[in-house]
């Protein structure tokens, strides 16, 4: 089993959908949860992070974990075509390495 | 708003070859990583370096590949033998708190 596993996608959404990306993992050592955005051939962008269980919110962007299930979204409001970009969770125990998904290509359209 | 930076964004070179892959992290971190993503594929930890040391490194990171902070603003990868299969982005990233990692643009890494 993966040690984090993320749909490739590619989501395909019209302008002003709500946006919905997933990541599942299974080491419960898990504690801080990252979600990044990645433009074709550029580096990894840090939108959200997020410690434990629970909500949080930065403008139309929400981040929510879920440690029972081992599972964590990203809810993206009112997608806008500037969204349409991979979107990459990551997590770590509390040290340095980042362990990432394989990244969900999103594509919102006009 | 302060920003990692790569130099080169884009390095060709035979395969046998070193290379030194350059990165200045934001100026007031204090641990720097390097990741790398083969074209296609997920982003995978390399070494993270903190207090002039190594704090950890994946199997990746082999005896051909040695980091370096020369001085108090430049943080480098160098690969000493190149193999084909080394070519890829490049990600150097850095944090003052342990997990908000910040990434630079990248260095693009082709091994001929």
């Known amino acids: 089993q993966k040690e984090v596993e993320q749909d490739p996608g590619p989501l395909s959404v019209p302008e002003g959908a709500i946006v919905s990306l997933n990541c599942t993992y299974s080491?419960?050592?898990?504690?801080?949860f990252m979600w990044y955005r990645q433009y074709s051939r550029k580096g990894p962008e840090l939108l959200m992070y997020t410690y434990s269980s629970g909500n949080k919110e930065d403008g139309r962007f929400t981040a929510q974990v879920d440690k029972s299930s081992k599972y964590i979204s990203l809810f993206i409001r009112d997608s806008q075509p500037s969204d349409s970009a991979t979107y990459l969770c990551?997590?770590?125990?509390?040290?340095?390495?980042?362990?990432f998904g394989t990244g969900t290509r999103l594509l919102v359209s006009p | 708003e302060p920003e990692v930076t790569q130099t080169p964004s884009h390095q060709v070179t035979q395969m046998g070859q070193e290379v030194i892959l350059r990165c200045v992290p934001i100026?007031?971190?204090?641990?720097f990583y390097w990741y790398r993503q083969i074209l296609g594929q997920k982003v995978e930890f390399l070494v993270s370096f903190y207090n002039n040391e190594i704090s950890e490194k994946s199997e990746i990171f082999d005896d051909q590949f040695s980091v370096e902070r020369p001085d108090g603003s430049n943080f480098t990868l160098k690969i000493r033998s190149t193999k084909l299969e080394d070519s890829a982005m490049y990600f150097c990233?850095?944090?003052?708190?342990?997990?908000?990692?910040?990434f630079g643009p990248g260095t693009r890494l082709t091994v001929l």
């Open positions: 080491n419960s050592a898990f504690q801080y």
């Open positions: 990551a997590m770590n125990t509390g040290f340095q390495k980042l362990v």
């Open positions: 990233a850095s944090s003052d708190q342990v997990n908000e990692q910040f």
């Open positions: 100026s007031n971190h204090l641990y």
